[in-house]
């Protein structure tokens, strides 16, 4: 396998996990307005949706660290950062996975597995009512998501030395992504042809446009 492929499935894996955790959205959302309908019109509330509430949103956080990653689309400080060279951007990257990335994600695998396993054992249930829900189930979540993270992690120290050596950051798999982000990706791309970019970047504002021209008209309407 060639080291492109590798990145690739290790993107797809992220991605696969995320996208079948982001479901976990539209039950929990279920659970919500099911929830408000029984308490405030039956007067039938129930006592742990709470709990479950907690653990749904809980889990679609964790499981989705990976493909965040993958889409390197976590928080960053870029206002230096996107101003350095590759190879610059790449070894201070390198540096922080072995420094904090790591240390904090091999920790979390290890209390993750340790939770769940004490969980499983003892037949945990929540403690926050009287008859709460199991929680094992959830806190295995930790471990998982933990070693998705760590998988990707791997993933992504490649990419960093690839990056090093060549001068150039190496493809993602490319998911989809909104019309402002493709505009900044493109305006910054080293890989795209100046022709291309000016009509991909022009694409996205006409779409744009469009939008605001629906949202204008809805405004009118009302």
């Excluded at 889990?59 to 689309?73: E, K, V």
């Excluded at 790449?90 to 597995?113: E, M, Q, R, S």
């Excluded at 094992?136 to 998988?151: D, E, N, S, W």
């Excluded at 990706?185 to 795209?192: P, R």
């Amino acid at each position: 396998m060639s080291v492109q492929s590798f990145l690739h499935t290790v993107d797809a894996i992220s991605t696969w996990v995320g996208k079948a955790a982001a479901w976990l959205i539209i039950l929990l959302m279920t659970t919500v307005c099911v929830e408000v309908f029984k308490r405030y019109l039956l007067n039938m509330p129930t006592s742990w949706i709470f709990d479950a509430s907690n653990m749904m949103y809980g889990a679609l956080f964790m499981l989705a660290g990976a493909y965040t990653l993958a889409q390197n689309a976590h928080v960053r400080g870029d206002f230096l950062y996107s101003s350095m060279k590759p190879r610059t951007q790449a070894t201070l990257d390198l540096i922080l996975y072995f420094v904090f990335f790591f240390p904090g994600i091999a920790a979390l695998c290890y209390a993750g597995l340790d939770f769940a396993a004490i969980s499983w054992r003892i037949n945990e249930h929540s403690n926050v009512t009287a008859d709460g829900p199991p929680v094992y189930h959830f806190k295995t979540v930790i471990p998982i998501a933990g070693a998705l993270i760590m998988l990707q992690g791997v993933a992504e120290v490649v990419r960093c030395i690839v990056c090093i050596k060549t001068g150039e950051w190496p493809s993602r798999l490319k998911d989809v992504a909104e019309t402002d982000v493709i505009e900044e990706q493109l305006a910054h791309s080293d890989y795209v042809d100046e022709e291309s970019r000016k009509i991909a970047i022009e694409k996205a504002k006409n779409i744009d446009e469009a939008a605001r021209q629906r949202g204008m008209g809805g405004d009118l309407q009302t």
